[in-house]
């Protein structure tokens, strides 16, 4: 138990973000018509690409004789990034699509 | 951290919730990827430039050659993929994603040793990262028709729950032990990707979307609880967002196919029962027709509506469908499509894929709006559709699909059904709309059907 209230109490403000944020990402996605769908889940699949941001603190952080990390932190960039600009690029691609007959 | 990297990742947090804002609105949703898209541009950026600590050059160039490296790749897989295979993509990138926040919780692991509250964020980091990676590389795997069969051991509900709950309780125990061992962390991950595996397999194809939409929001999770490891708040709003967000997305989806979450999961779509279900129902005969008869009678009609599904996509008789409909408009025909929420692979596929060739916006009509107006349709023309028009989900209570909502084609005076042969649709279960009086099948290939259809049109 202790740890999960130490984590509680040093993490509080992050939490209260957290909860906020989950309502306010409820409110952005709710009656979102189907049409959007599939770009949506591509659009939002690219945002959760963030995580490339720890990759990058990784690498950043990493012991300059620590290989292993080292490695592991290039990996998680390479593929964090392939997340993001792929994700991003293909959006943008299924939504010009959208965009082309609405003239 | 530096002031001036703290703003630059409060705007990005912004750009976040305004682009995922537009994102849900036709006319705006480009221009919300873009503010998103730039948004991550500048926290990257930021990310790498703008700190104090004191960092080698070799570093910055692995990391400099880690994102040309993945951009490059990133984006020729992004401008390469065909339409129809956005599904496999979105979940591919999704993997990546997953595999991402788990090698970050790996790394940190070895820095953190004793740290509790820390390892609290990097266990769970690893745990919902492997389960995404492995999981997405499985729904991958599964929408590419590698692994057609659903693999299902015999109790596989009761073996995955226990299994699960044993995932839970060592990542308990290595957080309360403060188990500082590298062998036992990489235990773990090993467990949390045989999981995400077994926690895929079973689910059937056709629930590949759901399946891609949850994991989506997972990676969101592993994201955010990354940004509480390193008290950054634009990993754990963005990440939060997309959890939130993924997760509603997911709900909307089970609802477009009258199922529960928990029923995706845990129930045998497309397995024996279903098939058994409908095995009943196959006797009667199917009237045939050849393209010349389908021409005449879509030619002397007021009224056709176009059913496109995944077949049609698989294909590629996009093109071929939008020029027919483009004829018919000429010989005074109204036409316009029924677009079934889940059409295609995934909710809104079909627009997609009808948009890349060209089809007008205002034509692709939504299956509640369409549905009353069959009645006075004279002629359905369903391509490559067959789950979505199965009248089992309104009046079979022991076919898998019932209650689902159905476009109502057999209200219409006539249906064509192209097909390439009798085969159950990807659900895998018999469609009794083929066997209706006022039915009748035209068997091929959709483009080369079409294509002959086409011409006879022409020649009228």
Known sequence: ?103 | MSITLSIIYLIATITFVIGLKMLGHPETAKRGNLIAASGMGIAIIGTIFLHDLEVPMFIYALIGAAILIGAIIGWLIAIKVEMTKMPELVSLFNGFGGASAALIGIVEFGNIMGETSKAITIIAAIVIGSITFSGSLIAWAKLNGMMWKDIRLPKYNLINNLYFIGLLLFAAYIVWTNADSNVIVYLLLIAALVYGVLFVIPIGGADMPVVISLLNSLTGIAAAITGILYGNMVMLVGGILVGSAGLILTFAMCTAMNRSLANVIFGAFGGEEAVAAGAGKTQGTVKKTNPSDAAVLMNYSDKVIIVPGYGLAVAQAQHVIHELEELLTKKGVEVSYAIHPVAGRMPGHMNVLLAESNVDYDKLIDMDDINPQFKNTDVVLVVGANDVVNPAAHNDPSSPIYGMPILDVENAKSIIINKRSMNPGYAGIQNELFFNQKTSMLFGDAKEALTKLLQELKNM
């Open chain 1, 1 to 103: 138990m202790n740890q999960i209230v130490e984590f509680i109490d040093q993490n509080l403000e992050m939490i209260y973000i957290l909860i906020l944020a989950v309502f306010i990402g409820v409110e952005l996605i709710k009656n979102i018509p189907a049409v959007l769908h599939t770009p949506l889940m591509s659009g939002a699949n690219a945002l959760s690409g963030v995580v490339i941001v720890g990759a990058i603190l990784v690498m950043l952080r990493a012991d300059p004789n620590n290989f292993i990390a080292l490695a592991l932190g290039f990996i998680a960039v390479v593929l964090g990034i392939i997340n993001v600009v792929g994700g991003f690029a293909v959006t943008n691609r299924m939504l010009q699509m959208f965009k082309k007959k609405r003239k």
